[in-house]
Nanobody, 121 residues
Framework: QVQLVESGGGLVQAGGSLRLSCAAS????????MGWFRQAPGKEREFVAL????????KYADSVKGRFTISRDNAKNTVFLQMNSLKPEDTAVYYCAAGIGEFSATNINYWGQGTQVTVSS
């Protein structure tokens, strides 16, 4: 069993930055993919970004490309999401996730508890 613990959410003005962290309770298998989803009130949970533990390959949702950066620290079993140029539409609960294969909301093996990000206009 793997536990994922997020931190770093909060309230920020539009144009500001936040850095989310996700610490895994143990090293996940090298084949796992780590990433972030978000869910705004009344909306479905949506993909934000992912990174592979092994080679660090990354992928982003079009809505965050160029503004968000996902990275990892293998030694600390931690994944980060640096969010810059935040917009009010980025407001959501952000969830850390770990999975194998297709990285979709219905195919995730482990979820974090979520951390609230609120961007004021």
């Amino acid at each position: 069993q793997v536990q994922l613990v997020e931190s770093g959410g909060g309230l920020v003005q539009a144009g500001g930055s936040l850095r989310l962290s996700c610490a895994a309770s143990r090293r996940t298998f090298s084949s796992y993919i780590m990433g972030w989803f978000r869910q705004a009130p009344g909306k479905e949970r949506e993909f934000v970004a992912l990174i592979t533990w092994s080679v660090g390959w990354t992928k982003y949702a079009d809505s965050v490309k160029g503004r968000f950066t996902i990275s990892r620290d293998n030694a600390k079993n931690t994944v980060f999401l640096q969010m810059n140029s935040l917009k009010p539409e980025d407001t959501a609960v952000y969830y850390c996730a770990a999975g194998i294969g297709e990285f979709s909301a219905t195919n995730i093996n482990y979820w974090g508890q979520g951390t609230q990000v609120t961007v004021s206009s």
